[in-house]
Structure formats: structure tokens, C-alpha cells
């Protein structure tokens, strides 16, 4: 196994129960979606600077009550095979992957959250082609057959945990005058990779600048972050 795993097993939590996955959507070279701070379209921020900063405010939160571990915590590249290497390592009972939205249409917004499962969203079908981008040889690996496998094992308590957290945010995004565009199912390979119940969370529209001034904000995030944190407890509370 490639010493970037054990590079980024960089912290146990010490505490007892289940073990949680949480990965920071893109990193390094791959800067995912990427939003502008200034009218003038010259100050960027990167998607895969907002995933990263969420993921550690997660693990910090989920660290309190559970095994936490994260696929990255600096900014680098790692491709979607060791991320699902690190799940088996770890041995995680739990998959969520952190990204944030984008859109030619500036005027698009809202948090989404979605679940391994196939579907026929047109809306959905869009962020999967972003979020599946750069797979190099993944793409032969997760056919058709293997999605198929992995989501009757884990469609059941991918949407419990999908509903469990979704409850927790609401009065949050509401809170922050985000849009709420609900749960969706979608294709997504990291998913489909990690083989375990798992969500792909988007946390807003970095593309739409008013979106972007709040999601970048430090009180948001850790709201935010805090919301996910007691959603995934409680789906771990009635798993046992």
C-alpha cells in the first residue's frame, strides 16, 4: 500500500464506538470547483480549500464520540482507489465526502445531500459528471455490476444516515438563508469505491458569489459542521 495511506492516518481518536471516513472532496493538483471573492473575478478560492477546512472542523466534532480518521489533511492529490484503500484500512462503518457545488449558472445555490443509488434527476446527473471528473483508470474498475452490488448492501442505512443528518441541518442552512435542496440519490465513485454506507455532501454553490460569502464564512462552517456531527451520532445511536 502506498505510503500516502499511512501519511494520512495522521491522528486516532482515542475514543470508543464506531469508526467514520470523512474525506475532503479533490486536493492538490485537482482544485475541484472554483469560486471568486471579488467582483473583479481576480481573488479565488478553491473547492478543495473549503472541503478540506469543513472535514477537520467535522472530525474534530465527531472525534468527541467516535473514531475519526480523514483521507487527507493537507492539501494533496488522492485518487479515488486509496481513498477507498483508506476506508478498508481504517475499517470504517461510515463514508462522508465533503465537497462544495458549482454551476454556470451563477445563480444557482443550495446544500445538497446525496446517497449511493442509481437515479434519473437530470440536476443530480450533473454533479455526479463534476464530482466523477479525473478517474483515470477507476472507471474500469467500478462497472455497472459493482454499483449495482455495493448499493444493495448499502442503500438502506446510506439513506437513514442521509435522513439522520438532514434533520440536524435544516435549521441551520435555514439559519444562514441557505436554500434547502433536499436528498437525492446519485452515482458517484468514491461512493460507490468505499463500500460502506456513506453520503456525498454539497455543502453550497461556490460559483454564486452571494452563496460563496456565506459558506466561506467561519461561523457557518462550524454550525454547519456541528449539524453533520449530531446527525452522524444519531444514525450510530440506532445502529447499536
Not at 471516513?21 to 479565488?44: C, F, M, N, S
Not at 465527531?62 to 486509496?82: A, C, F, M, P
Amino acid at each position: 500500500m502506498k505510503m500516502v495511506l499511512c501519511f494520512f492516518l495522521f491522528m486516532i481518536s482515542s475514543a470508543s464506538g464506531k469508526v467514520v471516513l470523512i474525506d475532503p472532496g479533490h486536493g492538490g493538483e485537482e482544485i475541484g470547483a472554483v469560486g471568486y471573492t471579488d467582483t473583479k473575478r481576480t481573488k479565488k478560492i478553491f473547492e478543495k480549500d473549503l472541503a478540506l477546512k469543513m472535514a477537520l472542523k467535522i472530525k474534530q466534532e465527531l472525534s468527541k464520540g467516535t473514531s475519526t480518521y480523514l483521507t487527507r489533511s493537507l492539501d494533496r492529490l488522492v485518487s479515488l482507489q486509496e481513498r477507498a484503500d483508506l476506508a478498508d484500512l481504517v475499517k470504517a462503518d461510515l463514508f462522508l465526502s465533503i465537497h462544495f457545488n458549482s454551476s454556470t449558472n451563477t445563480k444557482s445555490h443550495g446544500f445538497e445531500i446525496y446517497y449511493l443509488d442509481n437515479n434519473s434527476n437530470s440536476a443530480a446527473q450533473k454533479v455526479e459528471k463534476s464530482e466523477n471528473l479525473n478517474l483515470k483508470g477507476e472507471e474500469l474498475i467500478v462497472n455497472q455490476i459493482l454499483v449495482d452490488l455495493v448499493v444493495q448492501q448499502t442503500v438502506t442505512h446510506s439513506k437513514q444516515l442521509a435522513n439522520q443528518v438532514h434533520e440536524k441541518i435544516k435549521p441551520i442552512i435555514k439559519k444562514h438563508r441557505i436554500e434547502d435542496r433536499g436528498i437525492k440519490p446519485g452515482l458517484f465513485y468514491v461512493l460507490a469505491l468505499s463500500k460502506r454506507p456513506g453520503l456525498l455532501i454539497e455543502v453550497g454553490f461556490v460559483s454564486n458569489p452571494n452563496e460563496l460569502n456565506k459558506v466561506k464564512q467561519e461561523k457557518f462552517l462550524s454550525d454547519l459542521s456541528k449539524a453533520i456531527s449530531v446527525g452522524v451520532m444519531s444514525f450510530i445511536k440506532t445502529q447499536k
